[in-house]
């Protein structure tokens, strides 16, 4: 197979059949051996993070398959740590779509002399920032997005429903379980015009409360699969 991306936590490879390969590894995001999913470089290996990572993307997908909403992934083998998935085309060179249910964060630090911390954003609040680690990730509207030749608003449109229907299908599925949602992270690419979902569904992309108290990602991993 010919290695096309060397990520972070994945590394991308080209198959025969026009697809593409995602091998998952053990290696985080992090500071000083702490995981941090909010940080840009690799900080410390966690071993069977990878597989375990895999698994909860592949349980999502499989949810959207079951609703409806199409994505990227085709099949997985968790044994060896590997999905398969269609090729897509990143819009930019790298947009980050964050849907939030509760006003935390960068949401709080941006908007704060408005709205206090831990506030609920009825039915959700969907907002975009190019992948930029140089200028912080900056935020970017769907005008905005228009007017840079990234992607059309109709494409926009497209892409915020289909974040609001996965959030919710994700939120749901973390509430049967005793556990909230409050933002979430995900990737979109396009497919032949096709908006479709990409990358993963991991416990790092999102930010999830239990009984009040923030649920470490590792933990919350175990929380998902071993229902």
Not at 107 to 132: A, P, S, W
Not at 159 to 182: F, P, R, Y
Request: with cysteine.
């Amino acid at each position: 197979m010919e290695k096309i991306y060397t990520g972070k936590t994945k590394d991308v490879y080209k198959l025969e059949n026009g697809n593409v390969l995602l091998k998952f590894k053990d290696d985080c995001t992090g500071k000083d051996g702490v995981f941090d999913p909010g940080e840009n470089t690799v900080g410390l290996t966690i071993d069977g993070i990878g597989k375990a990572n895999l698994e909860t993307s592949v349980r999502y997908f499989e949810m959207l398959k079951d609703a409806g909403i199409k994505t990227h992934y085709v099949s997985a083998n968790i044994e060896d740590a590997t999905m398969e998935v269609l090729p897509a085309t990143v819009f930019g060179h790298g947009l980050e779509v964050i849907c939030r249910l509760v006003a935390t964060g960068s949401f709080i630090r941006r908007y704060g002399e408005y709205m206090e911390d831990g506030t609920v954003l009825e039915g959700g609040y969907v907002e975009c920032t190019f992948k930029n680690d140089a200028l912080g990730d900056p935020l970017v509207t769907s005008e905005g997005l228009a007017a840079l030749g990234v992607m059309s608003q109709e494409m926009f449109a497209s892409m915020k429903e289909q974040t609001l229907k996965i959030t919710k299908i994700v939120a749901d599925d973390l509430k049967s379980i005793g556990l909230d949602l409050w933002d979430i992270k995900f990737e979109f690419g396009y497919n032949n015009d096709e908006v479709i979902l990409i990358d993963e569904i991991a416990s790092g992309n999102m930010r999830v409360y239990k009984d009040g108290k923030i649920v470490d990602p590792v933990e919350l991993t175990k929380l998902i699969l071993n229902r």
